[in-house]
């Protein structure tokens, strides 16, 4: 669950990243965050998942109310949250089990929950005869179906991907974004931003429209840089 | 998911990083070596010297002569005003027969010639000792006003070298110390840094999943204990060797023995404990120093 109340986000330089932002992602959604360059997407990224804070306005995430969250409640916060980026963000030393293993140990799961988790999560993602290879020895898809398994590793009830396939080719997106519809439809909840128009369009989903920092629309169906398609 | 403290992981994670920038972690062990030792050297110069002045100052005792006109009883009598002045801790009467005895015993090669040494040449006297010889010289005066006193015989000079001698080192001593405490700490709190470097994108990614700042903290405080407690144990050996050089060097170089040594292995426990107190907290200072700017995230 994600609600932004006329949301403002100026950052120190002054560039104002956002501009009233009212949005409501319900538990169980799916939705694609589009829009330009330089639109303030990333940014409204970043304020659900608490790397910066509002302006003006008021953000909630999962029952948290980031406008009166402590410090010592970010964490708890995060860990609804499966975060994905478009540069994978792998750990390169480590092979792909213990990337996965590494993000439950770091919120304090035990080496049985780990031995049950992992190989449930690289089955799901596809990946359950890689599991000791390293991200190096793996091809870009791939290492991105790491990641999913990573972000899904700690059972979050909402997966956020900023432009998750922007490395990929079309083919290997189009898998990718097959296994995030897929993992939405085991229950959890998925937010992915993207630039990719027609990827967009080969999904019947809703689609939130961000240009200039305000929301331009909003609705099911393939609506992309204000056109209706 | 459950909430341990879970000390296995962070050790495992602590020595690990070590080896992972072994030079780093190198140069902070020789560096809390270095300053543990330098520390210590001057620690036990002070308490070796401490020790050798205390003697020094047991034996520097201040004699207040009674007027002739007084008996000897009336002399005794003064013990309880003279008890009273500040500072006075030892008093002990000796009259003066006990003194022409006591001065001939010590001359014996003259003893012929003494023989015949009226007793009437001496007077009755009290040996006095002080709680605080750097007091001595108002004490001397304050005795002198005592009725019955005639005179007061102190070595104030050599009291005041003493009191000097000791200052100074003890002075000298804290300055090096401190200088050598921050730079440690400093020392240490760069090869964490340089730790949290290398694992910046483990780090980023420990916030991404929802770590709690203690959990990411942990293992570069352990780092920091381990360097400390390390460079503890091995300045407490180093400190060893040095000591037992300089004590054999010293019996060597007086065969008076006027140095007097305290023996390292009856210190030994005190030492091992400041120097693992002192490293340990160099250690987690250093890497607390080092993590608080970058987890305010
Ligand atoms: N840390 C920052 N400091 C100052 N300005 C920033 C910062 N991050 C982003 N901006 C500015 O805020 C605006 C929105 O940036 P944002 O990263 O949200 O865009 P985006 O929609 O994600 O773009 P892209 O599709 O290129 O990733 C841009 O003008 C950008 O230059
Ligand atoms: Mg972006």
Not at chain 1, 170 to 198: A, C, D, F, W, Y
Not at chain 2, 89 to 98: N, P, Y
Not at chain 2, 203 to 209: E, F, T
Not at chain 2, 260 to 267: F, G, L, Q, V
Request: charged content about 20%.
């Amino acid at each position: 669950m994600v609600r932004f109340i006329d949301v403002h986000k100026e950052y120190d330089n002054g560039t104002k990243a956002l501009k009233g932002v009212n949005v409501r992602i319900d538990d169980g959604e799916f939705v694609f965050l589009v829009g330009p360059s330089g639109s303030g997407k990333s940014t409204l990224i970043k304020l659900i998942t608490a790397e910066i804070a509002p302006t003006e306005g008021r953000v909630m995430v999962n029952g948290f109310n980031l406008n009166t969250i402590t410090p010592r409640q970010v964490p708890l916060m995060r860990r609804t949250l499966g975060i994905i980026f478009q540069d994978f963000r792998l750990i390169e030393k480590k092979t792909v089990y213990e990337n996965l293993a590494f993000s439950m140990r770091a919120i304090g799961a035990s080496n049985r929950e780990l031995r049950r988790r992992i190989p449930y999560v690289l089955q799901l993602v596809g990946l359950d005869k890689k599991g000791d290879r390293f991200p190096g020895q793996l091809s870009g898809g791939e290492q991105q179906r790491v990641a999913i398994a990573r972000a899904l590793v700690n059972n979050p009830s909402m997966i956020i991907a900023d432009e998750p396939t922007g490395n990929l080719d079309p083919q290997r997106s189009l898998e990718i974004m097959m296994l995030l519809e897929r993992i939405n439809e085991l229950g959890t909840t998925v937010l992915v931003v993207t630039h990719e128009k027609n990827l967009v369009n080969r999904f019947t989903k809703r689609v939130v429209a961000i240009e200039n920092g305000r929301i331009m629309s909003d609705g099911t169906g393939g609506y992309y840089n204000g056109e209706k398609i | 998911m459950a909430r341990r403290f879970d000390a296995g992981y962070y050790i495992s994670e602590g020595v690990h990083s070590i080896f992972t920038h072994g030079f780093m972690s190198f140069a902070a062990v020789c560096m809390i070596v270095a300053c543990l030792i330098i520390m210590g050297s001057f620690s036990l110069l002070a308490v070796n010297l401490d020790n050798m002045l205390g003697d020094l100052e047991n034996e520097n005792e201040m004699v207040v002569y009674i007027d002739d006109s007084l008996t000897q009883d009336q002399a005794r009598a003064l013990q309880p005003n003279l008890a009273q002045v500040d500072n006075v801790s030892q008093l002990t009467f000796v009259t003066k027969e006990a003194a022409v005895t006591d001065f001939k015993a010590k001359r014996q090669e003259i003893a012929d010639v003494l023989n015949d040494l009226p007793s009437d040449a001496f007077q009755d006297r009290y040996r006095v000792h002080v709680v605080d010889i750097e007091r001595m010289a108002q004490t001397k005066a304050a005795l002198e006003q005592v009725e019955g006193v005639s005179e007061v015989q102190a070595a104030i000079e050599i009291a005041d070298g003493f009191v000097m001698v000791r200052n100074i080192a003890t002075g000298v001593a804290m300055v090096l110390i401190g200088i050598l405490l921050v730079v440690s700490l400093f020392i240490i709190a760069n090869t964490i840094k340089l730790a949290t470097f290398y694992r910046r994108e483990e780090i980023a990614i420990m916030k991404m999943c929802g770590a709690t700042d203690g959990f990411i903290e942990w293992p570069f405080v352990v780092e920091g204990m381990i360097l400390g407690l390390t460079g503890a144990l091995i300045a407490f050996f180093v400190q060893w060797g040095l000591y037992q050089l300089v004590a054999k060097l010293a019996v060597q170089g007086n065969g008076l023995s006027l140095v007097t040594m305290i023996s390292y292995s009856s210190m030994a426990t005190t030492i091992l404990a400041v120097f693992c107190g002192v490293g340990a907290v160099i250690g987690v200072g250093g890497s607390l120093l080092a993590i608080r700017k970058f987890l305010q995230v």
